[in-house]
Nanobody, 124 residues
Framework: QVQLVESGGGLVQAGGSLRLSCTASGRTFSSYTMAWFRRAPGKEREFVAAIVFSGSITNYADSVKGRFTISRDNAKNTVYLQMNSLEPDDTAIYYC?????????????????WGQGTQVTVSS
């Protein structure tokens, strides 16, 4: 069983930055594909970014490309989401997800493990 715990959310003004962290339990973190998804009020969950176990392949939603960066530190069992140039439309609950299959997939149904989420609010 994999447990994921997110942190780093908060309230920020438009144009600001936040860094989200997700720490995973388990001794095989380095073999997981990790991803971030988000759910805005009244909207469906959407893919944000994903990174394969080695960090060599990443995948981003078009809406965050160039503004967000996903990275990981396998020694710390942690994946990060650096969010810059935040916009009010980025307001959402951000979820960390993990899968044990290789591939930076955008489909949430492909991820078996999920965190509880962390709220990000961007004011205009």
């Amino acid at each position: 069983q994999v447990q994921l715990v997110e942190s780093g959310g908060g309230l920020v003004q438009a144009g600001g930055s936040l860094r989200l962290s997700c720490t995973a339990s388990g001794r095989t973190f380095s073999s997981y594909t990790m991803a971030w998804f988000r759910r805005a009020p009244g909207k469906e969950r959407e893919f944000v970014a994903a990174i394969v176990f080695s960090g060599s392949i990443t995948n981003y939603a078009d809406s965050v490309k160039g503004r967000f960066t996903i990275s990981r530190d396998n020694a710390k069992n942690t994946v990060y989401l650096q969010m810059n140039s935040l916009e009010p439309d980025d307001t959402a609950i951000y979820y960390c997800a993990a899968r044990t299959v290789f591939g930076a997939n955008r489909d949430g149904a492909r991820y078996a493990y999920w965190g509880q989420g962390t709220q990000v609010t961007v004011s205009s």
